[in-house]
């Protein structure tokens, strides 16, 4: 059985840089336990939140085996895929399954557009040459390829495509894609400011960014929704929205920097063309955190809520 459910929360993790420009390893540390004590379910590595556009092919094998080789073997790491060509997918594919992933996030080809026949002939190559599960990355608003329903039905005979990162920003689309699959896909948000309302309406997991810096909190508002604590849920949410916003703006990984360095649990170096915030950018964004800080809620003992097994939300 795969050790990838796909569901509860995904932190898509953070790459911290130190200041000669290689990966900080030891804060990288840091906020993987962070993230582990905290009750999280899974890891996202090389996403955009880690900065992918600018690691190396290397680096990011080198930040996965070092990834498998601290977390708890029951802990899925997913490798995201982000290429430009189809010959390149499938080679990260196959090095990701060499070196341990237990599972792809995958976006369609980035820098050309592709037509749905092309994106489905994409991710159809690309699955049927690993045996990993793999995650569709649904963002029409980032990267200007919707998935569509139909593209997702014609899909449904590839077995080891197993869930959706559902970031579409139309919280009915959740709805579009259970009365139209069931149970077929797993739905996981995308989209921080979507969470509660996501999760309220049947997604099965969130792959979160203010979790690189709020890990308690997120896994927190997770499991309240999920168990139907609705309103404890609430007044985290609602506390917790302002920060969440940071999640969707073009700066989203200096944002993010940002608060977990105040958190204790990183460091706001960024690597090039990224440069760290400076000036009214800065003390905006600072006031943001700074504020949250300030009213950080008291949490239940949420790691003892019992989240059940089958989601109601799609009964």
Avoid at 163 to 178: C, L, Q
């Amino acid at each position: 059985m795969s050790v990838v459910q796909w569901k509860g929360v995904y932190p898509a993790v953070l790459t911290p840089f130190k200041e000669d420009d290689s990966i900080d390893f030891k804060t990288f540390t840091a906020n993987l336990e962070a993230q582990i004590d905290s009750g999280i379910d899974g890891i996202i590595l090389s996403g955009s939140l880690g900065e992918a556009s600018t690691l190396s092919d290397s680096e990011k094998q080198t930040l996965l085996i070092y990834t498998k080789d601290i977390v708890p073997k029951n802990l899925p790491v997913i490798v995201n895929i982000a290429k430009q060509s189809t010959v390149e997918a499938v080679s990260a594919a196959n090095e990701a399954e060499r070196n341990g992933a237990d599972g792809l996030m995958l976006l369609p080809p980035l820098g050309y557009k592709s037509d749905d026949r092309e994106t489905l002939e994409y991710f159809k190559t690309v699955a049927r040459n690993t045996s990993l599960p793999i995650m569709i990355y649904n963002n029409p608003v980032d990267y200007k390829s919707l998935v569509t329903l139909a593209m997702f039905e014609e899909l449904d005979s590839i077995s080891n495509i197993r869930a959706v990162k559902e970031s579409t920003r139309d919280i009915s689309n959740i709805t579009r894609m259970i009365n139209s699959f069931g149970s077929r896909y797993k739905i996981l948000c995308g989209v921080d400011p979507l969470a509660m309302e996501s999760l309220s309406m049947g997604a099965d997991g969130w792959v979160a960014g203010l979790v690189d810096a709020f890990p308690r909190e997120t896994v927190a508002l997770y499991r309240l929704v999920k168990a139907g604590l609705y309103n404890e849920a609430l007044r985290i949410h609602r506390w917790f929205f302002p920060l969440m916003e940071l999640d969707i703006q073009p700066k989203l990984v200096q944002y993010i920097k940002l608060a977990s360095s105040l958190t204790g649990i990183g460091t706001e170096q960024v690597r090039a063309p990224r440069l760290m915030l400076e000036g009214k950018e800065r003390d905006r964004v600072l006031s943001v955190i700074n504020e949250a800080l300030k009213n950080r809620p008291e949490l239940p003992d949420y790691l003892h809520i019992q989240v059940p097994q089958d989601d109601v939300q799609r009964a």
